[in-house]
């Protein structure tokens, strides 16, 4: 008979990421200009389609920042005015969050090798990180990587592709800094359903993640998670489905109905391979950080992906007080998630859409 004794109980093969870099310090700011749903109904109601209302009232928002007092909206003049206010704000914005950041990381502007910044709803040039950096007393040899164009999905993207580059640099530092300011995107003559839901919808505010190279050593432990691994998916010939038209009176959002059921036909697959990839399934997933884009866009995320009821609890306080801040959103989520960690050991996906059609994935691990 065959001695079987030294046999152990077979164990899971558990994936292994060495020098994935670690998220050390997460903030958000907003401007003092809070307001509650039904008060923009009624300061904007005046000039919009009757059908915004209703919108407003179904949007799942109750209360938004706003970039600019309530009152000052019915009367900008245009896109060159609207962007004057994007350029101070954004800047102030951009400034407060990443200060809170650092301090959340214990680290010194002195210290960031790279700078990435994501934003979609002004045009600076030069950038936002470049209006910034003396203020904030970044190096004079600071790399600076600003991405504009990725809309909703750009918090996600930027956290990526900030993850590629500390996998190259692994002893730097990078910071990741979303501004988005949809506000200032209105434009009074358009009363189409797509800027109505998005007037409904969108709010303003910034938000930044620090995020330290494995063999970067750090003066306190990190409360975030490591990034293990990212997955962009560019979906062909649906360049129309989100976006914005821009003319000579700025931004017009583009949004179409099919955006849920992208999401809803598409997203299992991608993560099921994603997680493949990695000898991971849904199971072995505790956590998801989700960008909140909307009822519908979550309800699509929670049936796609056959989620438990509370999995997208973060994601709906954030579009509850907040609405939905574009790029900034998904890391707003991911504040609220650092500050209530799963346990340690426990596997995360952020996920986020937006134009292109596109997709962006991260592994996440405490």
């Not at 164990?11 to 310090?25: C, D, E, K, L, N």
């Not at 990078?174 to 409904?200: F, K, M, N």
């Not at 997933?285 to 909140?292: A, F, G």
Request: with cysteine.
């Amino acid at each position: 008979m065959t001695d079987t004794s030294f046999f152990t109980p077979t164990q899971p093969i558990r994936p292994h990421f060495p020098g994935a870099p670690h998220i050390a310090g997460t903030a958000t700011a907003f401007t003092p200009h809070r307001y509650a749903q039904d008060d923009v109904v009624a300061e904007l109601s005046e000039f919009t389609d009757p059908k915004f209302t209703r919108f407003a009232r179904s949007s799942g928002v109750e209360h938004r920042n706003l970039a600019l007092p309530l009152h000052r909206y019915p009367a900008l003049t245009g896109f060159t005015e609207a962007n004057t206010a994007y350029l101070e704000v954004a800047a102030e914005l951009g400034e407060q969050a990443i200060r809170s950041a650092l301090s959340d990381a214990h680290l010194d502007p002195t210290e960031v090798d790279a700078i990435f910044t994501v934003s979609s709803t002004g045009v600076a040039v030069p950038t936002l990180d470049a209006r910034i950096a003396t203020g904030l007393g970044l190096r004079p040899d600071v790399k600076r990587i600003p991405i504009f164009g990725l809309g909703c999905v750009a918090g996600a993207a930027g956290l990526a592709r900030m993850h590629d580059y500390l996998r190259g640099f692994p002893d730097h530092v990078a910071v990741l800094l979303s501004v988005e300011l949809c506000s200032l995107t209105l434009q009074r003559d358009d009363t189409s359903i797509p800027a109505l839901i998005g007037l409904c919808l969108f709010g303003d505010g910034a938000a930044a993640v620090v995020s330290v190279g494995a063999q970067r050593s750090p003066a306190t432990p990190q409360p975030g998670p490591r990034v293990l691994a990212t997955r962009s998916r560019l979906f062909a010939d649906t360049v129309d489905v989100m976006g914005w038209n821009v003319g000579s009176s700025g931004f017009q959002l583009v949004m179409s109905r099919e955006v849920p059921d992208m999401a809803q036909n598409h997203l299992a697959d991608e993560v099921d391979r994603f997680l493949a990839d990695h000898r991971l399934t849904t199971e072995d997933i505790s956590t998801w950080v989700c960008h909140p884009g909307g009822p519908k866009v979550l309800d699509a995320i929670n049936a796609a992906v056959e989620l438990p009821d509370d999995a997208l609890r973060h994601s709906w306080d954030s579009m509850r007080e907040h609405g939905n801040i574009s790029s900034a959103s998904v890391l707003d989520v991911l504040t609220r998630t650092v500050q209530t960690p799963p346990p340690p050991g426990s596997f995360g996906v952020m996920l986020a859409m937006g134009p292109g059609f596109s997709f962006e994935l991260l592994l996440l691990s405490w």
